[in-house]
């Protein structure tokens, strides 16, 4: 089973931009497919952003789309997470997720997740 620790979070001003990077270990990082979720307080956890193995494809949930890019080097068994424009509801807690599955997102579609790190954007 693969480990992932993300690193990036903080606080932000609505128009900011952040950069959240995820590093994996334990297992062949170019076998899966990876993906970023959050959760806002009082919601349940929400898909926002995912790529395919070898980083050719990606989906994006649509609050996020011309904002957020997902970009993955398997170099460096790291999935990153580009944030452009925040906006006050984009805080949350955000999860990287390592899975199995293209094109999922659902959280059952993701087998691996990190601890979470806070973003929190003011207006």
């Known amino acids: 089973q693969v480990q992932l620790v993300e690193s990036g979070g903080g606080l932000v001003q609505a128009g900011g931009s952040l950069r959240f990077s995820c590093v994996a270990s334990g297992s062949t990082f170019s076998s899966y497919v990876m993906g970023w979720f959050r959760q806002a307080p009082g919601k349940e956890r929400e898909f926002v952003a995912a790529i395919s193995w070898s980083g050719g494809r990606t989906y994006y949930t649509d609050s996020v789309k011309g904002r957020f890019t997902i970009s993955r080097d398997n170099s460096k068994n790291t999935v990153y997470l580009q944030m452009n424009s925040l906006k006050p509801e984009d805080t949350a807690v955000y999860y990287c997720?390592?899975?199995?599955?293209?094109?999922?997102?659902?959280?059952?579609?993701?087998?691996?997740w990190g601890q979470g790190t806070q973003v929190t954007v003011s207006s």
């Open positions: 997720a390592a899975g199995s599955r293209l094109g999922g997102r659902q959280t059952t579609d993701f087998g691996s």
